[in-house]
């Protein structure tokens, strides 16, 4: 058994000599690369970690929305979105948010992805409300922090695409994102 | 905190078949912020924060919120759904400890 298993060491050592050095180092080195990514991507499949650090960043409300949306136009949705907000919200712990957008919510016609995003937050991305047609009507209420007084805004994603903005400034007296 | 992960539902009390019902939802939950130290640096930790929310009614879900810690303590969540037929919709939290908080409401037509 002992000699079985030094002759399938023997093998590997004598590989190592023949091929000379750098390669196998390199293999060596880019296995574990691949282990090291494995590792994180484990860790990262852990609940949580991997979604907030996905969806809720540490990050300006440029770079936000440039991850959620890429270079994709959107245009103003002040006709279709209907924002309801405070325009003075005493204690930004809690704040009353609901978005009601004009759509037929038909299974060729709806709002896919109801997106509220804060712009003076440490962390912008409030929420993303995914909606199937038989929701009946485009409408989503949350309660939300702001940090501070900034303007609030909200993007809608139509099945086709497009992509719809409106903004609103709420004034904080009391900020309510702490750290 | 002994109440965490409590859900409340509230739907109308009369609901007729085709209406468009508005559901109002909360969960007992304290949706951690990001703590800093002296220095101002963040403390790199699991924070404890609910990250989705999935809703459910006979079975096919038809809304989900994706969050972040951007939303309030003991947050509040409304949507609505077309009411078909008789059944049962489910509301579901699931936070970054791996904890899932359920809430049910029987919707009957009367």
């Known amino acids: 058994m002992s000699r079985r298993l030094s002759r399938l060491r023997d093998p590997g050592t004598t590989e190592e000599h023949t091929d000379g050095h750098g390669l196998t180092r390199r ?34 409300v440029e770079e936000a929305m440039k991850r959620l949306f890429g270079g994709k136009t959107i245009k103003d949705g002040s006709a279709a979105i209907k924002l309801d907000v405070p325009l003075i919200a005493e204690n930004g712990a809690v704040v009353p948010i609901s978005v009601t957008v004009e759509s037929p919510m038909t299974p060729t016609s709806w709002v896919k992805h109801i997106y509220v995003v804060a712009d003076k937050n440490r962390i912008p991305v409030v929420t993303r409300a995914t909606l199937a047609p038989e929701a009946g009507r485009a409408y989503m209420g949350a309660s939300i922090r702001l ?33 | 905190m002994a109440d965490i992960g409590k859900v409340r539902i509230r739907v109308p009390s009369s609901i007729k078949p085709g209406d468009i019902v508005e559901v109002r939802s ?52 409304s949507f609505t759904f077309k009411a078909t037929d008789p059944g049962q919709l489910k509301i579901q939290f699931l936070d970054t400890t791996g904890g899932r908080y359920e809430g049910t409401a029987d919707i009957k037509f009367s």
């Open chain 1, 27 to 60: 293999a060596v080195l880019v296995a574990l690369g691949a282990m090291g990514v494995a590792v994180a991507g484990g860790l990262a499949a852990t609940p949580g970690t991997a979604h907030g650090q996905a969806f809720g960043q540490n990050e300006s």
């Open chain 2, 26 to 77: 909360l969960v007992i939950h304290p949706m951690e912020r990001i703590e800093r130290d002296a220095q101002g640096k963040i403390i790199q930790k699991n924070y404890n924060y609910i990250n989705k929310v999935v809703v459910t009614y006979l079975g096919k879900t038809i809304a989900t919120f994706d969050t972040t810690q951007s939303v309030a303590e003991n947050p509040f969540f």
């Open chain 1, 147 to 179: 940090g501070e007084t900034g303007d609030v805004r909200v993007i809608a994603e139509q099945s086709d695409g497009t992509l719809l903005q409106v903004k609103r400034e709420v004034k904080v007296t009391v900020g309510g994102c702490g750290g």
